[in-house]
């Protein structure tokens, strides 16, 4: 029986020359914790992360990656509301529906949908 080949050497085999700085970082995470432990740490099903890894995936690669850099690069922004977050859980806010459960919950909605110049939600700084 084979050893099961590992997930950094397949997105180098998958990616080539061309691979971007982010994906051995999910890799490594894949080959570490597994793919549903690496979907769970930024935010997506096991299936996109393989198909990342394996340069298939057909979706939005950008918000991929800005996940991948905020779980696992340290990458943060400057929240109006908070100060420093991780980008991973700046996008996290964006996606929450209007609840007004807490006054912190309806200032962090306001400020995604606001003019932040790191929104991506329409109207947004960064929406697409």
Known sequence: MTAPVPMAV????AWGAAIPDWVPELAAL???EGLNGAARRVGYSPAVVSQVLNARYAGDMARVEE????????????????????RDQCLDWQGKAY?????????MYRACRGGCPHSRVKGG???F
């Open 10 to 13: 397949k997105a180098l085999a």
């Open 30 to 32: 894949a080959d570490r």
């Open 125 to 127: 700084g960064d929406a």
């Open 99 to 107: 609840a007004p459960t807490s006054a912190h919950r309806v200032r």
């Open 67 to 86: 996940r991948v850099r905020g779980a696992l690069m340290g990458l943060t922004v400057d929240c109006p509301v908070v100060g420093e977050l991780s």
